[in-house]
């Protein structure tokens, strides 16, 4: 049976590197290598996956549930694409649709153009690193890495000369003869994410794979994907749920809730312009102003809160409210100040909370809502506020952001 | 300290004299019922035979070693190779396997099939293949027979449709031996295949169809390596039972194909040659052991090095 026969595109190898001096193997595939023809030749602009009206029903008649309900995006070529979510938003489904473990019910799904919805998963050049990492508990370390490219039928000599090369890259060379049962989870990550990279495909799939680490292993991996994504010039598709993870390592991220996208953007387009309440809410910490829309024209709007002070507010693009609108403040974007005239909001300290690099202060407000303002420490500076001292808050021109719904 | 130390001993002594007393009625059960019966086998198998049955105590022979594989010629006192003797080892052996072989073959994607249902229907499943052990060994061989006889399901049917004219004759072949033996002993090798397929970790599965591999090379490379204990289990279930069959080859196998069971069954009976009997008693069992050692190295030797 010939394998590469029907598959879309198989992923190349370096074989024939334009520069010829790679048979020690040790010839990272980085962007630079990309120039050399070495692997997938960077298109900028060019989508790596196009999702197109996707819809994914399991199970029947009565017991029928949307997975996904009719979800479009985009991912570009090169990119660090986050699937941003709570368990059950669709995050994972999509990433298999995408991977071919589950076929959608409805709509199709590009890679460079080419539908390939209709194809098994071995069929498509594209790879997953499993949450759960999925090593094969009867297979050593760099049998696991070359375990692909020996599916593909590459000759020998090509397989050993990868393999060497990825586990330089996950730094993982003086554990290759070792089991996958004889080493740590952060080293069996390393193996899960070379094992998954070894075969060169054109998208890197990767489910939650840092959940089951430690904080400080965590943060050594999210530099690390970088670094690889980065070195490898491979689109990468991540899943999690954690935001902080996604607003630090991705280009740019979709947050999803009850199958549907509901954002796509840049991590900072995300935090600072959230365009409805439940992104606002998932990521990061916010504050609900509820007020009166007094003007808005050009993306701008000028909003009277219930105090009667006005501030000015972004709005999300294409939308111009009238009447009663949310507007969200970061709690970093709004200032402690004296509960005078000029405060756009005054209330009553009660409960500081000392974070090291900064402070919380959990105000409630004089109509009883609640209120956070975040303040940076610094060694002796700002002023000491008990609980129960009266405060006013200032709202600069650009901290408020108005929310759809 | 030398206080310390002292009761910390007697301590021991004490825990090791209680273990001894809580396994003394297995160790006593396990000497007496399995082992004791073996020497009297072992004894039995060097004596002269009586002349109704049973051993001449006291006497030594070879006699009952040398008839398992020579006979002795009738008229010039020769000894040549017992031909009967050596195709009932023979059939005995090879039926064994060709069991194990295609209880495996049909025991395998059952197993699969079972492990791939959903976990409460999966429970059906396995009760479904256990129904046959709630009845007799011997009735379940006679309802074999029912359905191979010259007039049985098979044939009539056959006939009827007009596929053959005449009967097959299944009874009484090596054949209707082998169907017998796969009917009765499927569900041994079913069972330890979907308990090592259960806990399977299908993840796995679908990480070899991420990496490139077909449903052949995910079954050959993956799901195999992985639930071989059961495969290597099951196959041990199987074949001893088979090389020591007894009922099966009675019932469907008529007088003339008989197996080690039988032949040791007759030596006992008809043949009133016990250290016969003995002899080969013991030679099955050392057969059983040999294929043991063989199972367990190939099991043991995969472990470490195949990748």
């Known amino acids: 049976m010939n394998r590469d026969s029907d598959r879309v595109t198989a992923p190349q190898l370096p074989s024939q590197p334009a520069c010829g001096d790679n048979q020690t193997g040790t010839h990272l595939p980085t962007r630079a290598g990309a120039l050399n023809g070495v692997i997938v030749p960077e298109q900028p602009g060019k989508n790596a996956i196009e999702v197109r009206s996707v819809r994914k029903v399991f199970g029947t008649g009565e017991n029928q549930v949307a997975a996904l309900d009719t979800v479009s995006v985009s991912i570009r070529e090169n990119e660090f694409f986050t699937l941003l979510g709570p368990s059950g938003c669709g995050k994972t489904t999509l990433l298999r649709l995408i991977a071919g473990f589950d076929f959608p019910t409805a709509g199709e799904i590009l890679l460079h153009g080419q539908d390939i919805a209709p194809l098994p998963p071995y069929k498509r050049p594209v790879n997953t690193v499993f949450q759960s990492y999925a090593l094969f508990p009867h297979m050593t370390v760099a049998q696991n890495i070359g375990f692909g490219l020996e599916m593909l039928g590459k000759p020998k000599a090509e397989i050993e000369a990868r393999v060497a090369q990825m586990l330089k890259l996950v730094k993982m060379e003086a554990l290759k003869a070792r089991r996958t049962s004889q080493i740590s989870g952060g080293q069996q990550q390393r193996v899960a994410l070379a094992r998954a990279l070894a075969p060169q495909p054109k998208v890197l799939l990767l489910d939650e794979p840092l959940s089951a680490l430690d904080y400080k292993l965590r943060k050594e991996m999210q530099i690390e994907l970088k670094r690889l994504q980065h070195e490898t010039g491979i689109t990468f598709i991540f899943v999690t749920h954690d935001q902080e993870e996604a607003l630090t390592m991705s280009d740019r991220i979709a947050v999803m809730s009850a199958g549907k996208i509901l954002q796509v953007g840049t991590p900072r387009d995300i935090y600072d312009r959230p365009a409805e309440r439940f992104v606002a809410d998932f990521i990061g910490e916010t504050n609900f102003l509820e007020g009166e829309v007094k003007s808005a024209a050009d993306g701008r709007a000028t909003v009277r809160l219930s105090t009667g002070a006005e501030i000015p507010a972004s709005l999300p693009e294409g939308f111009t409210p009238s009447g009663g609108v949310t507007l969200v403040v970061r709690p970093e974007h709004a200032q402690i100040g004296p509960a005078d005239a000029n405060a756009s909001l005054r209330g009553t300290v009660e409960n500081v909370v000392y974070l090291g690099t900064d402070t919380h202060f959990h105000l409630k407000l004089d109509d009883g809502s609640a209120f956070i303002v975040r303040r940076q420490n610094s060694r002796g500076g700002g002023e000491a506020l008990a609980p129960g001292s009266r405060v006013g808050i200032a709202i600069g021109p650009n901290a408020a952001q108005a929310l759809k719904d | ?307």
Do not use: C
């Open chain 2, 1 to 307: 300290m030398a206080n310390a130390e002292e009761t910390a001993r007697a301590a021991d002594a004490r825990d090791i004299r209680d273990r001894w007393l809580l396994s003394a009625p297995a160790l006593v059960i396990i000497l007496l019922a399995a082992t004791g019966p073996l020497f009297v086998m072992l004894a039995y198998s060097f004596m002269l035979k009586g002349d109704y049955g049973d051993v001449q105590f006291g006497t030594f022979s070879l006699d009952g070693w040398t008839s398992v594989l020579f006979q002795r010629d009738m008229f010039d006192d020769t000894l040549g190779l017992a031909d009967a003797h050596l195709t009932i080892f023979w059939r005995s052996i090879s039926l064994s396997f060709y069991t194990t072989v295609l209880t495996l073959l049909f025991g395998f994607p059952t197993a699969y099939f079972i492990a791939t249902r959903p976990p409460k229907t999966r429970e059906v499943w396995v009760f479904l293949v256990t129904i046959p052990f709630w009845t007799n060994l011997l009735i379940r061989t006679f309802a074999m027979q029912q359905v191979i006889r010259n007039e049985g399901l098979v044939n009539t049917a056959l006939m009827a449709l007009g596929v053959i004219k005449q009967p097959l004759q299944i009874m009484n072949t090596d054949t209707a031996i082998l169907l017998g033996m796969i009917y009765i002993y499927l569900p041994l090798m079913v069972l330890p295949i979907y308990a090592s397929m259960e806990k399977l970790d299908f993840r796995l599965v679908e990480a070899g169809y991420d990496l490139y591999a077909g449903r052949w090379q995910v079954l050959r490379r993956i799901i195999f390596p992985l639930i071989k204990p059961g495969v290597i289990a099951g196959s041990i279930l199987v074949f001893i039972p088979s090389l020591g069959a007894y009922v099966i080859p009675r019932v469907l196998g008529g007088g003339k194909n008989m197996m080690l069971g039988n032949l040791i069954e007759l030596q006992f009976g008809a043949g009133r040659n016990w250290p016969l009997g003995a002899a080969i008693s013991i030679t099955l069992m050392v057969l059983v052991m040999i294929a043991l050692l063989f199972y367990v190295r190939n099991a043991s030797g995969s472990e470490g090095a195949h990748g």
